[in-house]
């Protein structure tokens, strides 16, 4: 699989997934889980440093020498 998500995109990934994940903790509305759900999205795609949507689009914020 060839990366896509750059470093910057990778670390933004995992930090907004981290607060999103937090919200079942700290929120009590039903939107929780949606987000729950989104921020676990966003941290499988920080660590893998793949994401579907961008591959749809044509997008690369990874350089192409750290494509592997």
Do not use: H, Q
């Not at 939107?31 to 994401?51: D, H, Y």
């Amino acid at each position: 699989m060839i990366k896509n998500v750059g470093k910057i995109d990778r670390i933004a990934r995992l930090i907004i997934g981290i607060v999103l994940l937090s919200m079942l903790i700290f929120a009590a509305s039903g939107w929780k889980w949606l987000a729950a759900f989104a921020g676990l999205v966003l941290i499988g795609t920080a660590i893998v440093g793949w994401c579907p949507a961008y591959g749809v689009l044509g997008i690369k914020t990874c350089p192409a020498e750290e494509r592997r």
